[in-house]
């Protein structure tokens, strides 16, 4: 009788372990993208092309362009150009 009540509780609470687990590890999309803090300006006379810039506040959703240093941020970075541009909420 011992053994089989051990047997039955021991899945059972494998698996409500994993579902609690699980409810404290969802990743938000939205929060990821609002928090980008880096960016690429394309720079023609550097190498690599795409030089890194920090301490942005420019996300993928925005009206207004994302700008450093009077040039286009972007987010990734490329061999021979940078792509996907970034924006701002408010203007510069």
Known sequence: MKTKMIKFIIPVMAIVFAIATS??????AAADDAAITQG?????????KCQEVNN?????DGDY???YAGKQVYRI???TVCSIP???????
């Open 23 to 28: 409810a404290f590890t969802a990743v938000d």
């Open 40 to 48: 690429y300006v394309f720079d023609a006379t550097q190498s690599p």
């Open 56 to 60: 942005l506040d420019c996300s993928l």
């Open 65 to 67: 362009m994302c700008t």
């Open 77 to 79: 970075p490329g061999a």
């Open 86 to 92: 970034l924006k701002r909420v408010t203007p510069n």
